[in-house]
């Protein structure tokens, strides 16, 4: 009766807990599905401002080096033709590394703290081996206690046989012993007092 009860109660708590897991999981798809919807929704303005900052980049360096050509046709080819290059050259760099920046800019960062129960990646397996355990371990938990109350059974059936055999040596023996000692006439009624309970 109480084996059932324990058993009953453990697979209500086990429906009880997998709703809840169920219910746990179906929130987090629909937070990932709106998180995906929401970057999905801001990757094209992103892109948008790239290539509007990469092109106000190329316009500024266009006009800086018309500015720098006229400026250096008007002055001393030899020395300041050496200054322009390692002035464009440096120009270069500069810009490049101003689009390295804004095409590595980071993007909208949201912090999301969570607590998981359970991965979120191969979540399937992870039940198979979690709830595959719990039930094999309740397996040997119910074994165990089978063979427990059989061990108890089968040691008190050893001690009620052993208390009656100890009885009947007693019995025996007191026979044995009033046979020994009594005359003719007790150990035939003796006898036939043996007889008559055999027949029976």
Same mark, same amino acid.
């Given at each position: ?14 429906? $009880? ?50 500015? &720098? ?24 760099? #500069? ?35 979690? $709830? #595959?355990?719990? $039930? ?7 074994? &165990? ?25 007693? $019995? ?26 055999? #027949?029976?």
């Amino acid at each position: 009766m109480g084996e059932t009860n324990v058993v009953n109660e453990f697979s209500g708590n086990s429906e $009880f807990l997998i709703n809840e897991l169920i219910e746990e999981q179906k929130k987090l798809q629909k937070t990932t599905s709106d998180l995906l919807t929401a970057v999905n929704c801001s990757t094209p303005k992103v892109d948008n401002l790239k290539n509007s900052m990469e092109q106000l980049i190329d316009e500024k360096f266009r006009g800086l080096e018309k500015l &720098m050509g006229q400026k250096l046709e008007n002055s001393n080819k030899t020395s300041q033709d050496e200054d322009a290059n390692s002035l464009k050259a440096i120009l270069k760099k #500069g810009i490049i590394d101003l689009k390295l920046v804004l095409s590595t800019s980071p993007k909208g960062i949201t912090k999301k703290v969570q607590i998981l129960l359970f991965p979120e990646q191969d979540a399937k397996l992870f039940y198979k081996i979690v $709830f #595959g355990r719990w $039930f094999m371990w309740l397996a040997i938990i119910v074994f &165990m206690h089978f063979m427990y109350n059989w061990a108890v059974h089968w040691s008190d059936n050893n001690k009620e046989v052993k208390m009656q055999q100890l009885q009947n040596d007693r $019995f025996t023996n007191a026979w044995n012993y009033l046979y020994k000692r009594s005359n003719k006439g007790t150990r035939r009624l003796m006898d036939s007092a043996w007889v008559k309970s055999a #027949g029976n």
